[in-house]
């Protein structure tokens, strides 16, 4: 029998006095004892809400019952029928908005633990050696090129080479995982779990190419000659900076340039890689979201004084996910509500000594129903710090649309889809941050996933 | 032929080598003012370097890497038949290439490399082309009898009289103009003083010039926005909308800062690898 009302396990976590001096995973994996007693919490609802409100559709309440009966090896393959990436879903995913969200203890006796329990199914199935591929169909003779080796792209090539075709990934960096590598440090996301992930999907013959930037390297319009159908999964690779005066100051980095700096180059363990950081003794990140928070978490490994988010609204409107804040908070990381930069100062050398702010107040909603911040006159004050991020958020990159001059974009510089989710060029299909400006990764996956069927599809009818 | 081969290395100085190495995808590609990114090893940065040829048939790119910090020495440490770890490219905008009438191309140390491909496609299409070289001394000289075949008048100039004229680019410019040279666009390639103080003659002479910039690059993709820079007061991307701007109104010293924020750390890299170096072979 189920046991609902048992105390949701939330796992153990590295101490935050130990974790903010390394980049460890900091939270660690459940023992079986805890995946066992979590799984036994999930009531195996028929209707399961957690199940409607998983972006792709992973079959919950029956992995669960798999992993309670032992079979972890199937169970992971239950998880990997519709997501191919389960060691990293269980890890990035926000569970709180879509599975765990809606579970149906969530008020009574607190959700069960999906994220936690989807990250044990697949480290310990991949730990024993249990972890298969999804079966790939006959070959279909058809080719398909992904662009972009990020979520989004990565979710296309597994679906697409499960339904027998010959895909090929190109990535423009040395390494392979996009956002997932240069963005998610590895505290959050270990780099052998992406490792792995991706070893995955190659396993199902997908070929994966690193140091091509198409656009550059090739155009949109020569992988048409080699390929039947494209699929753009070049993510979200374009800064926005804040435009105030004294940005281009020694010691301001956009919250990529950090990130990258670290979780791709691993300049945190220079000199031994070549890559330097600097941080200096206050550290201020300008932003709300997840990318300020691994910045903010990242920086605070780097061993300053301070670091302090400074966010324009109040703790309410932060779209960060809650459990990152909390992290975040354990660590150490300040936070200014309310304000807002102006300035940033600097010395007879260009480099900061400051950041000029004024304070703000909340006024109406703005369209998303985000109360706006609204300055407070004559508020003005300078917070003393000498590194800067700005974490306000990103675009797509233009580099594509630029050079395949068929690809409409939206206003917003995002490629333009019809309704059946195509671009302006036949055969060229996208999804993910190309599409979307700036989301999750799970809203990537489940892109890349709805793509690949419609290409599917397109190859089938040949339309 | 594994791609990212070296097929041929050439040392043109004690510090400066040139390298041929097969990239068939970038040699397919690339225009001039374009660049690529290297790394040398697993843990390695990126380094944008400036594509000074390529053949299309052969499949091969021409490179030439000043030793400066450890990643270039590292790179000129390398034997022919080896391998660069990864070559992404042609990465930026290429220059655009049209009819000035009379166009000076200017390059300073390395940088003569580097503006030699834009000299070439000025020639194609039909400029007038005049070459304005500098290099510290004599032997750093590189490339002026490829630049003499080229270009329609070729000047040299070392800084210690060793070689050609005695003095700077900007002597050398002034002295063109004092002879009555009508120079419509000069594209300039070297170290930011030198691009800076040419920039200003140019413009003041009339001569519409260009500057190819350097600021430090990570993905080389448009993605960090490292390599910003201030062109004509606004904020502009080298790596995607570069690297060569319009130079008269580029902010050179904000370069000049940024370019110099990891001195100390580049000092202590070169110096455990120059350890590193001697403990290995013992010939240093």
Redesign the interface.
């Known amino acids: 029998m189920p046991n609902p009302s048992a105390p949701r396990h939330n796992g153990k976590q590295l101490d935050p006095e130990v974790r903010k001096h390394n980049f460890e995973e900091v939270a660690q994996i459940f023992t079986k004892e805890e995946a066992m007693a979590e799984a036994d919490r999930c009531l195996h609802c028929k209707n399961a809400h957690c199940q409607a409100n998983c972006p792709v559709g992973v079959q919950i309440p029956d992995f669960i019952a798999l992993l309670k009966e032992g079979k972890v090896g199937e169970a992971a393959s239950k998880i990997m029928e519709t997501s191919l990436l389960p060691a990293i879903c269980g890890r990035v995913c926000p569970q709180e908005k879509h599975c765990e969200g809606n579970c149906i203890l969530k008020d009574r006796f607190g959700s069960v633990n999906i994220g936690m329990l989807e990250r044990y199914t697949a480290d310990t199935a991949r730990k024993e050696g249990l972890l298969k591929a999804p079966k790939t169909a006959a070959p279909t003779g058809k080719k398909v090129a992904c662009i972009g080796s990020g979520p989004s792209s990565i979710a296309a090539a597994a679906e697409l080479a499960r339904a027998g075709h010959e895909v090929t990934v190109f990535e423009?960096?040395?390494a392979f995982g996009g956002v997932l590598r240069?963005g998610i440090p590895s505290f959050r996301l270990p780099r052998e779990v992406i490792d792995h992930e991706i070893e995955t999907v190659k396993s199902m013959g997908v070929k994966f190419v690193?140091?091509?930037?198409i656009g550059?390297?090739?155009k949109v319009a020569d992988l048409l000659k080699q390929f039947d159908a494209v699929y753009v999964g070049s993510g979200a690779?374009?800064?926005t900076?804040t435009?105030i005066p004294g940005?281009?100051a020694?010691?301001v980095?956009?919250a990529?340039?950090f990130l990258?700096?670290v979780n791709?180059?691993?300049a945190y363990?220079?000199?031994?890689?070549?890559?330097?950081i600097?941080v200096g003794k206050h550290v201020a990140v300008l932003g709300g979201g997840n990318s300020a928070m691994d910045a903010a978490r990242c920086a605070m490994r780097l061993g300053p004084d301070s670091v302090t988010i400074a966010y324009r609204r109040s703790a309410a409107e932060m779209p960060a996910r809650a459990a990152e804040v909390e992290h975040a908070k354990e660590e150490g990381v300040q936070f200014e509500y309310l304000v807002t930069p102006k300035e940033v100062l600097m010395d007879d050398?260009?480099?900061v000594t400051g950041l000029k702010c004024t304070r703000n107040q909340l006024g109406e909603p703005d369209e998303r129903g985000r109360r706006r911040p609204v300055e407070i006159p004559g508020s003005e004050f300078v917070m003393p710090v000498d590194t800067i991020i700005v974490a306000i958020g990103q675009k797509p990159?233009?580099?594509i649309a630029k050079t395949t001059p068929e690809l409409k974009t939206t206003e917003r510089g995002v490629l333009a889809l019809d309704e059946e989710g195509k671009t302006t060029l036949p055969g060229v299909y996208a999804g993910g941050d190309i599409i979307r400006g700036g989301a999750t990764v799970l809203l990537a996956m489940k892109d890349g996933i709805e793509a690949a069927r419609r290409i599917n599809a397109y190859l089938k009818e040949g339309k | 032929m594994e791609e990212n081969t070296i097929l041929v290395k050439e040392n043109l100085s004690d510090v400066v080598v040139k390298f041929v190495i097969y990239k068939p995808?970038?040699a397919a590609?690339a225009k001039a003012g374009q660049f690529v990114i290297l790394?040398g090893r697993e843990?390695?940065?990126?380094v944008p370097v400036t594509l000074v040829d390529w053949d299309k048939e052969k499949g091969t790119i021409t490179i030439i890497i000043q030793a400066i910090g450890?990643?270039t020495s590292m790179f000129n440490s390398f034997k022919q038949g080896e391998k660069f770890?990864?070559?992404?490219?042609?990465?930026g905008t290429p220059v655009e290439i049209k009819n000035y009438g009379t166009v000076a191309v200017v390059g300073g140390g390395v940088g003569i490399a580097e503006v030699y491909p834009i000299a070439r496609a000025f020639k194609e299409a039909g400029n007038r082309v005049i070459a304005v070289l500098g290099a510290r001394t004599k032997s750093l000289l590189i490339l002026e009898d490829e630049m003499k075949a080229l270009c329609d008048k070729t000047v040299s100039t070392t800084d210690d009289g060793s070689y050609g004229m005695k003095g700077m680019v900007t002597d050398a410019i002034q002295k063109l103009h004092d002879e009555g040279e009508k120079i419509n666009a000069g594209f300039i390639i070297g170290p930011i003083p030198m691009m800076k103080f040419t920039s200003r003659l140019m413009d003041k002479l009339g001569m519409e010039p260009h500057a190819s910039l350097n600021p430090i690059m990570?993905?080389g993709?448009?993605?960090?926005?490292?390599c910003?820079?201030?062109v004509e007061g606004k904020?502009r991307f080298a790596c995607?909308d570069g690297p060569m701007f319009p130079s008269k109104t580029i902010?050179f010293?904000?370069l000049i800062?940024?370019t110099?924020?990891?001195r100390p750390?580049?000092a202590?890299?070169l110096k455990?690898y120059e350890k590193d170096h001697v403990c290995k072979c013992g010939l240093h």
């Open positions: 423009a960096l040395h240069y690193t140091d091509v930037l550059a390297t090739e690779g374009l800064p900076m435009g940005e281009n020694v010691g980095y956009s990529n340039e990258t700096r791709l180059m691993q363990k220079f000199p031994e890689t070549d890559t330097p600097q050398k260009g480099r990159n233009p580099i | 995808l970038v590609s790394r843990g390695g940065e990126r450890k990643s770890l990864n070559i992404a490219g042609p990465l990570l993905d993709t448009g993605m960090c926005g490292c910003r820079v201030t904020v995607v902010d010293d904000e800062r940024r110099s924020e990891y750390q580049e202590e890299s455990l």
